[in-house]
């Protein structure tokens, strides 16, 4: 087992990782900005170094600033958390270069996910279903025309190196097509320095569902369920539940089994994340996210397993005491992400917190870094905390979520608490009918909730 860890984040993943570390028996070393010199993450660490000013370039970005952290503080692991360079290989070969454990995948994982062309060959190759689309980038407007013509409109324009919704256009028709290639091409090489696209079908009314898998390294891996992401803003995931209304346990089982047979096939080693499109029965391969996913907390909590712990340990070499009959599913649980965003204009909404109560009881969970006088900086994401409800049903569920919006206080910042509470009331949530696009169709009919 790992001796010293450095948590290569901020927020309420470096707090999540530092409390498995802590049970684990691991010391922890805190990395921050000056702008995060007061964090909850610095405060509880055993250890803690200033690695640059605020903006992340140059301080949780910055490979030379964390390099030197692990050499000044003896740590022999890094765990990356989520976002900055937890999906880095380069970062991931520096760190092995140096002698120290990288708390995450094979670098040529990451590497070969991180290309959305290769991962889909990947995923080919190893039998999971893909959506129909272009077999690699595309080059001039005609070629795409020609593939979009074959597989139908409407399109959709994707970046290769894409993440987060950036570079990624519907194309409706053949009129719209060149408009959304020039789009996507140019906000893609602006967020990742490459231009390069690729074409999908657009599926009109999918739903996001993810599967989650943990594997040795050595060709054993476990599926550990699905998460259901289909309540998104902007392609982004603001609530994400498990089981997913949609599914029945065959379906997962039956997916679960085909990802966990392609990890063990990979070699994969760690956690990650495959993701699906799911429509009309059919499950179709859009990405896997080589890292700790924000929404985890779902699957830990109707699985009771620990996944930041069981990353670690197989990240150090332990043995892999999980097999697949010892993960049993039991009851709902649903995570919303409570942002500090105007909830009009969700514009970010940083600042500080003059009052902040977060709710409790039987079956709530909060994972946050915020506390009373704490000041949110406007340089990172707007992330308050998650709140994660579980009940043995998923009316349970809902009645106990309602319970703990209502209750959650956090004053001084708009967040996006009206919003959920506005949600968890809506019968369509109620019933679960839902797609990836419902959310935004629902704002642009009923408006955005007021503070």
């Known amino acids: 087992m790992f001796e010293k860890i450095l948590i290569a984040n901020r927020g309420?993943?470096?707090?999540?990782?530092?409390?498995?570390?802590?049970?684990?028996g691991i010391a922890t070393v805190a990395v921050h900005s000056t702008a995060d010199?007061?964090?909850?993450?610095?405060?509880?660490?055993?250890?803690?170094?200033?690695?640059?000013?605020?903006?992340a370039r140059d301080s949780y970005l910055n490979v030379p600033a964390l390099l030197a952290a692990c050499e000044i503080t003896g740590a022999d692991a890094v765990h990356p958390g989520y976002g900055f360079l937890s999906e880095n290989?380069?970062?991931?070969?520096?760190?092995?270069?140096?002698?120290?454990?990288?708390?995450?995948?094979k670098p040529a994982h990451i590497r070969v996910m991180g290309d959305k062309i290769e991962a889909k060959r990947t995923a080919q190759r190893l039998g999971i279903p893909v959506?129909?689309?272009?077999?690699?980038?595309?080059?001039?407007?005609?070629?795409?025309?020609?593939?979009?013509?074959?597989?139908?409109?409407?399109?959709?324009?994707?970046?290769?190196?894409?993440?987060?919704?950036?570079g990624m256009k519907v194309a409706p028709t053949e009129d719209a097509l060149s408009n959304a290639l020039a789009t996507a091409r140019a906000e893609a090489q602006a967020a990742f320095g490459n231009d390069a696209v690729y074409l999908e079908k657009y599926l009109t009314r999918p739903r996001h569902i993810e599967i989650q898998?943990?594997?040795?390294?050595?060709?054993?891996?476990?599926?550990?369920?699905?998460r259901d992401c289909s309540l998104q803003r902007r392609h982004q995931k603001i609530w994400e539940?498990?089981?997913s209304p949609a599914l029945n346990i065959a379906a997962?089982?039956?997916?679960?089994?085909?990802?966990?047979?392609?990890?063990?096939?990979?070699?994969?080693?760690?956690?990650?994340?495959?993701?699906?499109?799911?429509?009309?029965?059919?499950?179709?391969?859009?990405?896997?996210?080589?890292?700790?996913?924000?929404?985890?907390?779902?699957?830990?909590?109707?699985?009771?397993?620990?996944?930041?712990?069981?990353?670690?340990?197989?990240?150090?070499?332990?043995?892999?005491?999980l097999r697949q009959e010892d993960v049993k599913f039991h009851g709902h649980a649903i995570e919303c992400r409570i942002n500090a965003e105007h909830p009009q204009t969700f514009r970010p909404s940083p600042g500080k917190i003059v009052a902040y109560h977060p709710p409790g009881g039987l079956g709530v969970r909060i994972d946050s870094a915020a506390y009373h006088g704490y000041t949110i900086p406007p340089y990172y994401d707007s992330l308050v905390g998650k709140l994660i409800v579980y009940g043995k049903t998923r009316?349970?569920?809902?009645?106990?979520?309602?319970?703990?919006?209502?209750?959650?206080?956090?004053?001084?910042?708009?967040?996006?608490?009206?919003?959920?509470?506005?949600?968890?009331?809506?019968?369509?949530?109620?019933?679960?009918?839902?797609?990836?696009?419902?959310?935004?169709?629902?704002?642009?009919?009923?408006?955005?909730?007021?503070?």
């Open 252 to 321: 997962i089982n039956g997916i679960g089994a085909t990802v966990a047979k392609a990890m063990r096939d990979l070699e994969y080693l760690g956690v990650g994340t495959v993701e699906f499109l799911y429509e009309d029965g059919e499950f179709y391969f859009i990405e896997m996210n080589t890292r700790i996913q924000v929404e985890h907390p779902v699957t830990e909590a109707i699985t009771d397993i620990d996944l930041v712990l069981e990353q670690i340990r197989v990240a150090a070499g332990g043995d892999f005491e």
């Open 241 to 243: 539940e498990a089981h």
């Open 12 to 24: 309420e993943i470096a707090l999540r990782v530092l409390r498995a570390c802590k049970e684990l």
């Open 395 to 451: 009316g349970e569920c809902l009645m106990r979520l309602r319970r703990a919006l209502d209750e959650f206080v956090v004053d001084g910042v708009d967040t996006t608490l009206p919003l959920f509470r506005r949600l968890v009331r809506e019968k369509d949530i109620i019933d679960g009918d839902y797609h990836i696009h419902w959310l935004e169709d629902f704002l642009a009919k009923n408006g955005a909730p007021s503070a």
């Open 89 to 105: 290989a380069r970062f991931a070969e520096i760190l092995e270069q140096h002698s120290i454990h990288f708390i995450g995948p």
């Open 213 to 226: 898998v943990l594997g040795d390294g050595q060709g054993r891996a476990i599926h550990l369920g699905e």
């Open 131 to 166: 959506v129909p689309g272009s077999e690699g980038g595309v080059g001039s407007d005609a070629e795409a025309l020609s593939i979009a013509k074959s597989i139908g409109f409407p399109v959709l324009v994707k970046a290769t190196a894409g993440g987060g919704g950036r």
């Open 37 to 55: 010199a007061d964090a909850m993450h610095v405060r509880l660490a055993d250890e803690s170094v200033c690695i640059g000013p605020p903006a």
